[in-house]
């Protein structure tokens, strides 16, 4: 079983900062990608980050060059650093893993449970 677990969301004033992580566990044989989503009461869930396994990495418009997307393969640990945080980033905020497992062999998208992140204007 492979696991996902989100930290470090909570209340920040607009134009603070924060930084999200996502540890991950498990009979994991490869991650080729990683990804950070959104959603808001009443909105879909939005993609705002993602980093391949090759170091590259995409946004949209909505958070560039606030956000950045990194990990720690030592720590097994995927992060998000949100900058000059807006009112409307107010979110949970999931981590999402394209994962192969071993025993069994298998491919598969984990998210995590969520972080809630709260922006006060």
């Known amino acids: 079983q492979v696991q996902l677990v989100e930290s470090g969301g909570g209340l920040v004033p607009a134009g603070g900062s924060l930084r999200l992580s996502c540890t991950y566990s498990?009979?994991?044989?490869?991650?080729?990608?990683m990804r950070w989503y959104r959603q808001a009461p009443g909105n879909g869930r939005e993609l705002v980050a993602t980093?391949?396994?090759?170091?590259?990495?995409t946004y949209p418009d909505s958070v560039r060059d606030r956000f950045t997307i990194s990990r720690d393969t030592a720590k097994n640990t995927l992060y998000l650093q949100m900058n000059s945080l807006k009112a409307e980033d107010t979110a949970v905020y999931y981590c999402n893993a394209l994962v192969i497992t071993t025993a069994p062999l298998d491919a598969m998208n984990y998210w995590g449970e969520g972080t809630l992140v709260t922006v006060s204007s």
């Open positions: 980093l391949t396994t090759r170091g590259s990495t």
């Open positions: 498990g009979n994991i044989f490869r991650i080729n990608a």
